[in-house]
């Protein structure tokens, strides 16, 4: 697979506030942690434990 890099020409992207997006910034964590566990790069109970942390902050 060939290695392909994008670079976005439109407007600029807006500054995630913390407080604000919370929710979204974690639903960004689970989606990449359920994307390494489909690779192979974490295994359920990695991913488990990760989920639980996530939720503690």
């Known amino acids: 697979m ?3 890099e994008f ?3 439109g407007e600029p992207i ?3 506030n913390e407080r ?3 929710a979204f910034l974690v639903n960004i964590q689970k989606a990449i942690l359920l994307s390494l566990e489909k690779q192979n790069l ?3 109970s990695q991913r488990e434990r990760c989920l639980l942390e996530l939720e503690k902050q």
Request: no cysteine; aromatic share 6%; proline share 7%.
């Open 2 to 4: 060939k290695h392909r």
């Open 42 to 44: 974490l295994t359920v």
């Open 14 to 16: 807006p500054e995630l």
């Open 20 to 22: 604000k997006h919370a």
């Open 7 to 9: 670079i976005y020409v």
